[in-house]
């Protein structure tokens, strides 16, 4: 092998460690389409559970999909995450006070780096910034560690009802 050879395969190998933090990357969409979409109005004050195409699912107070990390140890964030993974999975800050179907005694806190992240019957929660909006669920399975939760905190592992949700990767 020659040595651009070798350089352009740890080049390659080296990307794919980055995204091997927030999952494998098999689902194959971008992370540039990503940026548009974390503007989307969060309410991060209140859980709640809100019908959705999956069934009923957490939500937080504007009705923006919440998910878990499968990897994630109870009430641990255990995510090793980049900038650039943040972005498209960042954190639900604070705690958050039960809304309609959620349960008090399921909420409570974990520490991410000196500040208070969400959890939810031991799951630390997430957004999923492509989530544009309230009943979106396009963060739904991916790369098969990602998923939503119902009102008891398990992890929903049914997938997404419209073929356009559920498989943007990163």
Known sequence: MSRSTIAAVALVF?????????????????????TQAGSAVKDPSTVKIA???LGKILVDGKGRTLYLFTADGKNMNSMKCDAQCLKL??????KPKAGAGAD???????DLAGKPQATYAGHPLYYYAPDKAAGDVK???????WYVLDAQGNAVKKAPASPDQGNYGY
């Open 14 to 34: 080296a990307a794919s460690l980055g995204l091997a933090a927030c999952g494998d990357g098999s689902a194959g969409a971008t992370v540039g389409s990503s």
């Open 51 to 53: 019908d959705s195409s």
């Open 89 to 94: 999975w960042p954190p639900m800050e604070g």
């Open 104 to 110: 008090a005694k399921l909420i409570n806190t974990t």
């Open 139 to 145: 963060g739904q399975g991916i790369d098969k560690v």
